[in-house]
Nanobody
Framework: QVRLVESGGGLVQPGGSLSVSCAAS????????MGWYRQAPGKERELVAT???????NYADSVKGRFTISRDNAKNTVNLQMNSLKPEDTAVYYC?????????WGQGTQVTVSL
């Protein structure tokens, strides 16, 4: 059983920074792709960023240059550092692990960007 637990969400003002973290119940060193997705009210879940086992990264165009994804295989964690946050970044952020043939999801953490 794979369990992913997100933490670190909260309320931040526009232009601010926030970091969210994902702790996995398994060793992630063998997980090819770890990632973060988000879902805003009334919208579909969308990719934010992924990081492969070789540390190569992929970002949605909307967050490039502002967000950074990282993974710590020793601690079995994946982090998302979010800078220059905008109101449109407001969403529930979900951690994802892809272990063939399925995806595993955390319960999500709320990030709200507002004055």
């Amino acid at each position: 059983q794979v369990r992913l637990v997100e933490s670190g969400g909260g309320l931040v003002q526009p232009g601010g920074s926030l970091s969210v973290s994902c702790a996995a119940s398994i060793s992630i060193s063998g997980v090819g792709v770890m990632g973060w997705y988000r879902q805003a009210p009334g919208k579909e879940r969308e990719l934010v960023a992924t990081i492969n086992s070789d540390r190569s990264r992929n970002y949605a165009d909307s967050v490039k240059g502002r967000f950074t994804i990282s993974r710590d295989n020793a601690k079995n964690t994946v982090n998302l550092q979010m800078n220059s946050l905008k109101p449109e970044d407001t969403a529930v952020y979900y951690c994802n692990a892809y272990l063939w043939p399925r995806h595993y999801w955390g319960q999500g953490t709320q990030v709200t960007v507002s004055l």
